[in-house]
């Protein structure tokens, strides 16, 4: 993965948080950590991983500011792989977006 884009991923998204008295919630978790973890991954692991987030944030509609940060390393991380067909990958996603517009 290029670290350099990884870390302005990591930076854009920041790290917003809302202070409610005592208790503070983080919007958006990724680290370099787990962009060793996505470095570490099997291509058809990133590919699982990419596709259930896609379901559930971008067409089920249950979205986190997290796996959308995920989503973006993850696709950072299959740019770089060249044995991933990214064609196909492009034509699921346009058949899963078509179905949720048809429903």
């Given amino acids: ?5 990884a870390k302005k991923l990591l930076e854009l998204y920041g790290n917003p948080t809302v202070n409610f008295g005592k ?4 919007f958006a978790r990724q680290s370099l950590q ?5 470095e570490k991954m099997t291509n058809s692991q990133l590919i699982k ?3 259930e987030l896609c379901v559930i944030n971008q067409f089920i509609g249950q979205v986190s500011m997290s796996e959308l940060q995920r989503i973006s390393l993850l ?3 299959m ?8 064609a196909k990958l492009t ?3 346009e058949r899963k977006s078509k179905k949720k517009r048809e429903c």
């Avoid at 993965?1 to 884009?5: A, G, L, N, V």
């Avoid at 787990?34 to 996505?38: A, G, K, R």
């Fill in 1 to 5: 993965m290029d670290r350099e884009k």
């Fill in 23 to 26: 208790t503070t919630l983080v």
């Fill in 34 to 38: 787990d962009v060793q973890e996505i």
């Fill in 49 to 51: 991983e990419w596709k």
């Fill in 75 to 77: 696709e950072l991380e």
């Fill in 79 to 86: 740019s770089c792989r060249e044995k991933i067909d990214k």
């Fill in 91 to 93: 034509k699921w996603y």
